[in-house]
T-cell receptor, first 114, second 109 residues
Framework: SAVISQKPSRDICQRGTSLTIQCQVDSQVTMMFWYRQQPGQSLTLIATANQGSEATYESGFVIDKFPISRPNLTFSTLTVSNMSPEDSSIYLC???????????FGNGTRLTVT | AQRVTQPEKLLSVFKGAPVELKCNYSYSGSPELFWYVQYSRQRLQLLLRHISRESIKGFTADLNKGETSFHLKKPFAQEEDSAMYYCALASGGYQKVTFGIGTKLQVIP
């Protein structure tokens, strides 16, 4: 399966600032996703990162708050903008080699907003 | 809307005892079900999927459409099975995957 590198692994940020999380895959993949896991909660899909076009956001998530880039088939970034303590969470990059392959996950980014 | 329910947040069993991690789902179509596992300090990884009908690390899971369940079972728990287990449902290919809240399995030596 693909090797997924996610950076940073953790960060502590101040309210009002922004953080960009990077996801690098060692092979080309069709699908890239960003998930959030809030404390004590399940994984929630934020958006699908589309190569060369705007991301597809799930209900409750908007581009202004979570801008996503995907310039090619191996790399994506998620930015958490204008952070508040409610954004404290684990953010996970996930990939699928093709439409018929299950998801594989990065190690996640543990974000704490103070 | 699709939903995955894992009723137990924590399940403690003794080593050698049988394990059953419960998962129920709600979906009107034909779902594809998975179990993911996260060991301490490791990434979330796929354990098994129902279409494979295979046993991984001694674990099996059978899709019961009548009861809308996909319980994970192992006849004899090992200490190394201690981890978080997430049940997941995929619809429309893998573009929409819904996860349960997870069950922490603690195997007591």
């Amino acid at each position: 399966s693909a090797v997924i590198s996610q950076k940073p692994s953790r960060d502590i940020c101040q309210r009002g600032t922004s953080l960009t999380i990077q996801c690098q895959v060692d092979s080309q993949v069709t699908m890239m996703f960003w998930y959030r896991q809030q404390p004590g909660q399940s994984l929630t899909l934020i958006a699908t990162a589309n190569q060369g076009s705007e991301a597809t956001y799930e209900s409750g998530f908007v581009i202004d708050k979570f801008p996503i880039s995907r310039p090619n088939l191996t790399f994506s970034t998620l930015t958490v903008s204008n952070m508040s303590p409610e954004d404290s969470s684990i953010y996970l990059c996930s990939v699928s080699a093709d439409y018929n392959s299950p998801l594989h996950f990065g190690n996640g980014t543990r974000l704490t907003v103070t | 809307a699709q939903r995955v329910t894992q009723p137990e947040k924590l399940l403690s069993v003794f080593k050698g005892a049988p394990v059953e991690l419960k998962c129920n789902y709600s979906y009107s179509g034909s779902p594809e079900l998975f179990w993911y596992v996260q060991y301490s300090r490791q990434r979330l990884q796929l354990l098994l999927r129902h279409i494979s009908r295979e046993s991984i690390k001694g674990f099996t899971a059978d899709l019961n459409k009548g009861e809308t369940s996909f319980h994970l079972k192992k006849p004899f728990a090992q200490e190394e099975d201690s981890a978080m287990y997430y049940c997941a449902l995929a619809s429309g290919g893998y573009q929409k995957v819904t996860f349960g809240i997870g069950t922490k399995l603690q195997v007591i030596p």
